[in-house]
């Protein structure tokens, strides 16, 4: 018998490397849509490279709070909602489903108005008419795609967040300095300052990527014919507990990486340029061009295509499986249409209102704020309820988190409560 030559060897390693990423990485790079984009932006044009602690900051409080998430719906088998239903009071779960749902309609037609502008500023034309055909192409991958075909799709377009790391290699960096001030920054106590810090907390610890990474775990154990929930089945947990950890390490990295280079891009064109007032993805790219030419300019922009294309199936499913697991509906991208009616509904209604929105009156960039805002909220009773829900036998079995994530996961979460509680400060500040 012929012995495999280490070609095919390395490819089957790579193979194994790239099926064993999924939820985390898709749930990561999700994290960098178009409107944390223009708040990564803002950043670096406001702060310069003294805002680049953030996150690295915020990388591991990341990990440990989407570990905890995922770990919940792989062990018990279900996604949040259906967990929050069946363990804890119907008021909070409405109050937090119905919050999620403002928020992630708010912030789709925050990301699908930033990439019709974005393609306005590459090709011209209307930005009204390619938000609509950026909406309905996204409506119809999520709704005719099977699960499968298109996870793989989304992995696909996670490469999208590339565009970030180079447009890093085409402008002048000063890397000595770059490294001084992400590790020993300029700290403030000025409003604007605080404001911001907490505004990338919120960007990058966000309820809908708890939703949507835990429900995914759920959609990849039914996927596959041979697996089960992992408090019936522990035999199977050694290789998906390491899988999920291996998963949400890569994708949070990836996602954090691409946040730490557009903060350092903008600070290195638009705050050495003076401009420090960034509202939005696409004006932190019109901005980009004659400081930066016109390969970055084009690079910042297609990005802002891509990542929005990866985004809004995720704000739009993680909303439609929160309101399928508050009302016992059935909810799987592999379900078609005709079989989960109320799942995709929400997913039609999400995002149409997200269209609908960009020919309102309302003021998009101050939507975005209380979107924002609303998120902050909701986002710390969410992660005690998990930390909560992690650490209960008869959800988690023998698998509870252990003390060391335990402590991850509540440090994170009490650095939440401090970012809202920061910025409820600034209010009255």
């Known amino acids: 018998m012929n012995k495999p ?114 393609l306005k500023l590459l090709i011209g034309g209307k930005a009204h008419l390619y938000a609509i055909g950026f909406g309905v192409l996204s409506l119809l991958l999520q709704v005719f795609i099977p699960y499968r075909r298109y996870v793989r799709l989304l992995k696909w377009l996670t490469l999208a967040l590339l565009a970030y790391v180079a447009t890093v290699f085409v402008v002048h960096m000063p890397w000595s300095e770059v490294l001084m001030r992400a590790v020993m920054p300029h700290l403030s106590l000025k409003k604007e300052y605080i404001t911001t810090v907490v505004a990338v907390f919120g960007t990058t610890i966000s309820p809908y990527l708890f939703f949507w990474q835990a429900s995914q775990e759920v959609e990849d154990m039914r996927a596959d014919h041979r697996a089960r929930p992992l408090i019936h089945a522990p035999e199977q947990a050694p290789a998906n507990l390491k899988r ?21 891009t903008t600070a290195v064109t638009l705050h050495s340029h003076g401009v420090t007032d960034i509202q939005t993805s696409a004006q932190a790219a019109k ?51 005709t079989h989960a009616r109320q799942f995709y509904a929400i997913v039609v209604l999400s ?38 829900m992690a650490a209960r036998a008869d959800i988690m079995g023998v698998f509870v988190i252990a003390a060391r994530l335990k402590i991850l996961g509540w440090f994170a979460t009490a650095m939440m409560a401090v970012a809202v509680a920061s910025m409820f400060a600034t209010f009255f500040y």
């Open 5 to 118: 030559t280490s070609s095919a060897s390395a490819a089957s390693k790579e193979t194994s490397l790239l099926q064993k990423l999924g939820p985390g990485l898709i749930t990561g790079a999700a994290d960098d849509d178009p409107s944390g984009i223009a708040t990564y932006s803002q950043a670096g044009a406001q702060f310069g490279f003294n805002m680049l602690w953030t996150v690295l900051f915020t990388y591991p409080l990341m990990v440990g709070i989407q570990i905890v998430s995922a770990r919940i719906g792989r062990v018990s088998g279900h996604g949040l909602a259906t967990n929050i239903r069946r363990h804890y009071p119907g008021w909070l779960l409405y109050a937090v489903v119905g919050l999620l749902l403002i928020a992630n309609t708010i912030n789709i037609a925050a990301d699908i108005s930033a990439m019709g502008e974005a």
């Open 244 to 264: 999920i950890k291996l998963d949400t390490y890569i994708g949070m990295a990836f996602s954090n990486l691409v946040a730490f280079f557009i903060i350092l």
């Open 287 to 337: 901005a980009l061009r004659p400081i930066a030419g016109d390969f970055a300019f084009m690079l910042f922009s297609a990005g802002i295509i891509g990542t929005g294309l990866l985004a809004i199936p995720v704000l739009a499913g993680s909303s439609a499986y929160a309101m399928a697991g508050a009302f016992k509906w059935k909810s799987s991208l592999e379900e078609t249409p």
């Open 351 to 388: 995002t149409v209102i997200g269209i609908a929105l960009g020919f309102t009156a309302i003021d998009p960039i101050k939507a975005l704020y209380w979107s924002a805002v609303i998120n902050g909220v909701i986002s710390v009773p969410i992660m005690v309820v998990m930390m909560l």
